[in-house]
């Protein structure tokens, strides 16, 4: 079965930096992309940025774009999501996605929660 297992959360400052990460386990085969997700209290999940393993093409939600960096580590199944200068409205629960090659389906990590004190 195929897990996702989420790490990096925590407490941070405004204008301070954290790193998530998120190891794909199971049978993966090959993997479309992977990437993450924020939902903050009382709001719509919406795109943080996802990353596809071969070419490496990344895609950044608007309000993330020039502080988030993502990238994977191909070998491991793995994403991470560095994470700077974070505002408080970056505040949220940080889902990792992983969608499978061949249609073989999409997945949701249990989140992890980012919060920005100002």
């Known amino acids: 079965q195929v897990q996702l297992a989420e790490s990096g959360g925590g407490l941070v400052q405004a204008g301070g930096s954290l790193r998530l990460s998120c190891a794909a386990s199971?049978?993966?085969?090959?993997?479309?992309?992977m990437g993450w997700y924020r939902q903050a209290p009382g709001k719509q999940r919406e795109l943080v940025a996802t990353i596809i393993p071969r070419g490496g093409r990344t895609d950044y939600g608007d309000s993330v774009k020039g502080r988030f960096t993502i990238s994977i580590d191909n070998a491991k199944n793995t994403v991470y999501l560095e994470m700077n200068s974070l505002k408080p409205e970056d505040a949220a629960v940080y889902y990792c996605?992983?969608?499978?090659?061949?249609?073989?389906?999409?997945?949701w990590g249990q989140g992890t929660q980012v919060t920005v004190s100002s």
């Open positions: 199971g049978p993966i085969l090959r993997i479309d992309a």
């Open positions: 996605n992983l969608r499978l090659a061949y249609g073989r389906g999409e997945y």
